[in-house]
């Protein structure tokens, strides 16, 4: 079974930074795509940033304030934050995309349970 992990969220001023962990646990072969997606209060899920092999993209609303990156020895995805808004309120969830195990059997995606990032004014 494989099971992702986030850690790293919590309460922050406005102009301060956080720093997301997202580790992936289990029997992995392999994992394509990882990425961090969120969910302001009230509102749907958005993609925020998502890392394959060496590309990222990101979301218009953190380009130059957000910065993805991976270990892939570790199956671990980060997300730096910095210049946080209180806009950026939400449930960070974390996803990996194309998890191929020594099985080769392979989950299209998987989800983190979700970290509260809070941005107070």
């Known amino acids: 079974q494989v099971r992702l992990v986030e850690s790293g969220g919590g309460l922050v001023q406005a102009g301060g930074s956080l720093r997301l962990s997202c580790a992936a646990s289990?029997?992995?072969?392999?994992?394509?795509?990882m990425g961090w997606y969120r969910q302001p209060p009230g509102k749907q899920r958005e993609l925020v940033a998502v890392?394959?092999?060496?590309?990222?993209n990101y979301a218009d609303s953190v380009k130059g304030r957000f910065t993805i990156s991976r270990d892939n020895a570790k199956n671990t995805v980060y997300l730096q934050m910095n210049s946080l808004e209180p806009e950026d309120t939400a449930v960070y969830y974390c996803?990996?995309?194309?998890?191929?195990?020594?099985?080769?059997?392979?989950?299209?995606?998987?989800w983190g349970q979700g970290t509260l990032v809070t941005i107070s004014s």
């Open positions: 890392i394959t092999g060496d590309s990222t």
């Open positions: 996803n990996a995309g194309g998890v191929l195990l020594p099985t080769f059997l392979k989950y299209r995606e998987v």
């Open positions: 289990g029997s992995i072969r392999s994992i394509n795509s």
